[in-house]
């Protein structure tokens, strides 16, 4: 199983990019899966995520609004669309692979998730 982001690059502050996740090696339907970033010297945290369980859509406080999360489940695909882009939003973008089930915490937790990508960098100029 793997999951490869792409899409990340330099744009201007309230700008957008799309990101996109090509998963392989799993049915991407049967599983949550989650957008996560990590900026320099921070910990890792959660966008947004998708349920598998309940089929609802998690987003963390800074994302509502200005992203929204999609999934092509034909093509195994993920995509984050991201507008009005701030410096802060300066970081590494990765998607996650989730549980099968419900989350068992919270749908940001680390944990939650067994499969990565490596990455791909979001750089937001002001």
């Known amino acids: 199983a793997r999951l490869v982001e792409s899409g990340g690059g330099l744009v201007q502050a309230g700008g957008s990019l799309r990101l996109s996740c090509a998963t392989s090696?799993?049915?991407?339907?049967?599983?949550?899966v989650g957008w996560f970033r990590q900026a320099p010297g921070k910990e890792r945290e959660g966008v947004v995520g998708i349920s598998s369980f309940d089929k609802k859509t998690y987003y963390s406080d800074f994302a509502k609004g200005r992203v929204t999360v999609s999934r092509d489940n034909a093509q195994n695909m993920l995509y984050l669309q991201m507008n009005n882009l701030k410096p802060e939003d300066t970081a590494v973008y990765y998607c996650?692979?989730?549980?099968?089930?419900?989350?068992?915490?919270?749908?940001?937790?680390?944990?939650?998730?067994?499969?990565w990508g490596q990455g791909t960098q979001v750089t937001v100029s002001s």
């Open positions: 090696g799993f049915t991407l339907n049967y599983y949550g």
């Open positions: 996650a692979k989730g549980p099968s089930g419900a989350y068992a915490y919270n749908w940001d937790s680390l944990d939650e998730y067994d499969l």
